[in-house]
């Protein structure tokens, strides 16, 4: 059984004792420490070894931060470029640190792809640096004098801003902000212990309630179904069942359309080109089949998605579902597509009227290769063929 691979990023000179003891730590409870000082981390003779330690940390379960009192060395341009900072501008309130990115440290890079990766992050600051941060947070704005105070829990006072800024990049990030205190190694012990005992009891709850919840969710689909025959029943005209029965069928390929953003409905309305024109239409040129995968060094980003649709502009959709569930809908549309147009338009006009705006199809508006972090993850793209 693997262990929860857990990278330990700081500055190594500094900070050397509390590494080796966490590491104690870590393999007494059977997770995986993964360090740079340890050689845990795949150094590929192409790249740089910054470079294979921003790329280890997608390898990774959680990622422990330990700020000391050195800033490290800053990251190389080729291991800077592996950081998609636009998709870290909405990550915290602070985003000073973000700005000038050849001042980053390799140490800082590993946080940052951790967080784009969606990868959980605990933040342990020295107890003697977080005091000089605060100080240094009351009195950053007095120009006059903020340069000239030297922070004695800090090794090289050029650095100390670098230092503070990206504490307070972290600390108010959007979520996962957590900020803990140490002076000794006992400190990160209890509270990773504290930390991970609690949410291992929150996983369990949830798991529970999610059981509850699927089996309202069953009750409430059979509830759906007796008041749908109901409803079916209590019609007069042949045709307006066939409107009704219409409106219950094609829900879901008509919220699939709207949800890839179908830029005139007129033409769903009166078109009967196949499935794949359809897509075209969209601007969807491939299917990305996830399973599909070959993950050679790096775990593919967290994520629920199943299939995914790329644009003409490289941008993509991610949904939930399985391949199988686009070729079920080419099968709706083929049957869609044969209903007389009167009834087409009111099954349209109803089904968009009804909508709220929510969808299972969700856009994201980076390119796929770099949600993908294609160069290290072989893709196998597949042509979608309808029926």
């Excluded at 390898?59 to 800033?71: A, H, K, Q, V």
């Excluded at 999610?210 to 007796?226: M, P, V, W």
Aim: glycine share 4%; hydrophobic share 35%; with cysteine.
């Amino acid at each position: 059984m693997a262990g929860v691979k857990t990278f330990i990023s700081s500055t190594c000179y500094d900070l050397s004792i509390v590494r080796s003891q966490l590491r104690t730590f870590l393999n007494s409870i059977g997770y995986e420490p993964v360090m740079s000082d340890y050689n845990d981390i795949l150094y590929d003779p192409r790249e740089h070894t910054h470079t294979s330690c921003v790329n280890e940390v997608a390898n990774c379960d959680m990622l422990i931060l330990l700020i000391g009192s050195r800033f490290g060395g800053r990251g190389v341009p080729e291991a800077i470029n592996k950081i998609d900072f636009e998709s870290l501008i909405n990550e915290s309130k602070s985003i000073d640190s973000l700005i000038e990115k050849e001042s980053l440290s390799i140490t800082q890079l590993e946080v940052l792809k951790a967080i784009e990766e969606s990868i959980p992050v605990y933040t342990f600051i020295d107890q003697k640096v977080y005091h000089d941060h605060e100080f240094y947070e009351k009195n950053k704005d007095k120009t006059d004098i903020i340069n000239q105070i030297h922070f004695p829990s800090i090794d090289k006072q050029e650095t100390a801003e670098y230092i503070f800024n990206f504490i307070n990049f972290v600390r108010l990030r959007t979520k996962g902000n957590n900020i803990f205190q140490f002076s000794k190694i006992q400190d990160v012990e209890e509270i990773l212990k504290k930390q991970w005992s609690s949410y291992f009891q929150r996983l369990l709850n949830e798991q529970r309630y999610t059981g509850i919840e699927a089996r309202r969710y069953e009750s409430l689909s059979q509830q759906f179904e007796d008041l749908k025959t109901a409803i079916l029943t209590s019609i007069g005209t042949s045709n307006e069942k066939e409107v009704a029965r219409g409106v219950v069928r094609y829900r879901r390929l008509i919220d699939f359309l709207f949800g890839i953003q179908i830029s005139d409905f007129g033409y769903i309305k009166q078109t009967t080109d196949n499935w794949d024109n359809i897509l075209a239409f969209a601007g969807i040129k491939k299917i990305v089949d996830v399973s599909s995968l070959e993950n050679e060094h790096t775990r593919l980003r967290p994520s629920s998605a199943r299939t995914i649709l790329v644009k003409e502009d490289e941008t993509f959709y991610e949904l939930r579902f399985q391949n199988e569930f686009i070729y079920d809908l080419s099968l709706e549309w083929d049957s869609f597509k044969e209903i007389p147009l009167e009834n087409r338009n009111t099954i349209v006009d109803t089904l968009l009227e009804m909508n709220n705006g929510s969808t299972f199809v969700r856009h994201h508006k980076i390119p796929i290769d770099k949600w993908l972090n294609a160069d290290h993850n072989k893709l196998v793209i597949k042509e979608f063929i309808a029926g």
